[in-house]
Structure formats: structure tokens, C-alpha cells
């Protein structure tokens, strides 16, 4: 029963990842996806009783997608730390242009309830100890000086997703995307870790 119900909730996240692409999470109804689904909506509530209980599970099923993405990159990469971080941040931001709208809504004022504030708690802290490890690996090879490898890593986090979260501030507040922001996005991240890494680059003079 329970391989049942885990299959009916893939198929209405994945039917509510391409209508909240389309339309964003504030603007989509449970009644759009029960139809898109082709069930009641009383059938809908019965996987999911309200919807920031699906809007929560879509965020996880995008995420850890990406996820898998991300590590199949750094298992494939015999790049240095620098290169992988450009190529990761390549990654992010096709990924991003994939899924704009979820990313637009992953930073309005409704989704601040409790769950989904753990989720992305969650997600952030992942993405903190994903950094911690290529940050690690530019120590252990000698490409990077850093002393505290988790408070560099936060602060790497924090600084890509403020410059994120800045490009998309406009398109957040109308709630009209302009994907052509991303590019400019993405060439702001690619700078800030540059600059970030030409900082901590391990200096054989000094050390």
C-alpha cells in the first residue's frame, strides 16, 4: 500500500513541479493540480492535506535532484577546487533557469511557515557541508590556505545566495520572471568566487 501512495505522491509532484514552473506556488490552485492529475480533490487532500505540505515535497524532489546532478559533476571533475566551483555554479544556474519560477517563490513572503523554514534550514546546511568538502580537498592538495573550513564555507553560501537573492529581488516583489537575469546572476557569482579564491589561495612564498 505504501509503494502505492509513494508512486500516486511522485506523480502529483511531479505534475505540480510543471504548473507551479508555470504559474509559481501563490498563484496555483489544489483544485489545478487535482485535474492535472486527472483526480478529485478530495482525493488530492487525502495525499496531501494542504499545500504547503506539497509545496514542501516539491522544494525536496527539486532539490535533491539537483543534488544528484551536483555530485555526479564533482565524482566525474579532475578539475582544481576554482574550476569545479565555476562548473558547479554553471550547474546551479541552468538549473535555476529550469525551475525560475520555483526559485522566484522560494523567497516570497508566504512560504515563511515552519515547515518549509526547517526544510530550507535544511537545504542551506547541505549546501554549507557539499562547499566544506571541495574547500577541504583545496586544503588537503595544497590549492587553498583556509583555517576554519566550515565559517568559510557558510560564509561562501551565504555570499552566492545574497547575490542570487539581489538579481532576482525585482522579479520577486512584481512576481514577473525575467530569466535574463540569471546570466548576470551567474557572472556576479563567477567574480565573488574568484575574488574569494585568489584570497585564499595557498601561497607557497608565505606558507
Known sequence: MSTNNDNKKEFIIAAAIRRFAHYGFSKTTMNEIAEDVKITKANLYYYYPDKTTLVHDVILSVTDDFRKQE??????????VINLLLDLLDLKSAF????????????????????????MRQIHEKEVIEVAKLFQKGVDNKELAIEDVHKTSEMYV??????????????????????????????????ATMLIYNGLKFNTVSN
Open 96 to 119: 535555476i533557469e529550469r525551475h525560475y519560477m520555483l526559485h522566484m517563490n522560494e523567497n516570497m513572503e508566504w512560504i515563511k511557515g515552519a515547515p518549509l523554514q526547517t526544510l
Open 158 to 191: 551565504y555570499l552566492m545566495k545574497s547575490i542570487g537573492l539581489v538579481g532576482i529581488l525585482c522579479d520577486v516583489f512584481t512576481g514577473i520572471p525575467t530569466q535574463c537575469n540569471v546570466g548576470d546572476v551567474l557572472q556576479k557569482q563567477k567574480d
Open 71 to 80: 555530485q555526479e559533476l564533482i565524482k566525474k571533475s579532475k578539475s582544481s
